[in-house]
T-cell receptor, first 114, second 116 residues
Framework: KNQVEQSPQSLIILEGKNCTLQ??????????LRWYKQDTGRGPVSLTIMTFSENTKSNGRYTATLDADTKQSSLHITASQLSDSASYIC?????????????FGAGTRLFVKA | DAGITQSPRHKVTETGTPVTLRCHQT?????MYWYRQDPGHGLRLIHYSYGVKDTDKGEVSDGYSVSRSKTEDFLLTLESATSSQTSVYFC???????????????FGSGTRLTVV
């Protein structure tokens, strides 16, 4: 079972619409959770970071939420733009089997169409 | 990506040949990492370094070796490339140990390696 699962795998939306990406994780105790944006042909770039005590963090049109009880996080994108077309990666750090680790999700590929 | 460069950006090599990928940083960060990214998988850690000549294995280290002789350079070597090592390789840096709060990764732009 993947330790960080993201859904959907891919998503197509129209420019100007909102969307929400999901991340479920299995780790305890939990240290922090990050969302990264990865443009095609580039490395991931950090969008937000949250610790276990935070339940929301915004960065412009990007808002991440965290429910540590259910081990779920969401990334909400408001008023999407063509430049939002990218992969969005959820990254969770905490105590996994074998020790303290950082685990990357496989990402959600977002396509924003005009 | 500011402060971190990878070379080459693309490489095609034959099975059984050695390959070295280079990561260079200008941020003077202590920690450097090599990850590989494959379709359907999250980024997976190959090796990391926590100082000059100090390195440790990640979860997918078999078939790879690394060296760090200077703070700014971290080399990844595939001793004898195999087709299963066809992937996109990312170098990352962080000021402190990345899993801890406030120490996020800065990634390079990646090297696309094809082993034929």
């Amino acid at each position: 079972k993947n330790q960080v699962e993201q859904s959907p795998q891919s998503l197509i939306i129209l420019e100007g619409k909102n969307c929400t990406l999901q991340c479920n994780y299995t780790v305890s105790p939990f240290s922090n959770l990050r969302w990264y944006k990865q443009d095609t042909g580039r490395g991931p770039v950090s969008l937000t970071i949250m610790t276990f005590s935070e339940n929301t963090k915004s960065n412009g049109r990007y808002t991440a939420t965290l429910d540590a009880d259910t081990k779920q996080s969401s990334l909400h994108i408001t008023a999407s733009q063509l430049s939002d077309s990218a992969s969005y990666i959820c990254v969770v750090s905490g105590m996994y089997t074998g020790g303290f680790k950082t685990i990357f999700g496989a990402g959600t590929r977002l396509f924003v169409k005009a | 990506d500011a402060g971190i460069t990878q070379s080459p950006r693309h490489k095609v090599t034959e099975t059984g040949t050695p390959v070295t990928l280079r990561c260079h940083q200008t941020e003077n960060h202590r920690y450097m990492y090599w990850y590989r990214q494959d379709p359907g998988h999250g980024l997976r850690l190959i090796h990391y370094s926590y100082g000059v000549k100090d390195t440790d294995k990640g979860e997918v280290s078999d078939g790879y070796s690394v060296s760090r002789s200077k703070t700014e350079d971290f080399l990844l070597t595939l001793e004898s490339a195999t087709s299963s090592q066809t992937s996109v390789y990312f170098c990352a840096i962080s000021e402190g140990m990345a899993p801890l709060r406030d120490y996020g990764y800065t990634f390079g732009s990646g090297t696309r390696l094809t082993v034929v």
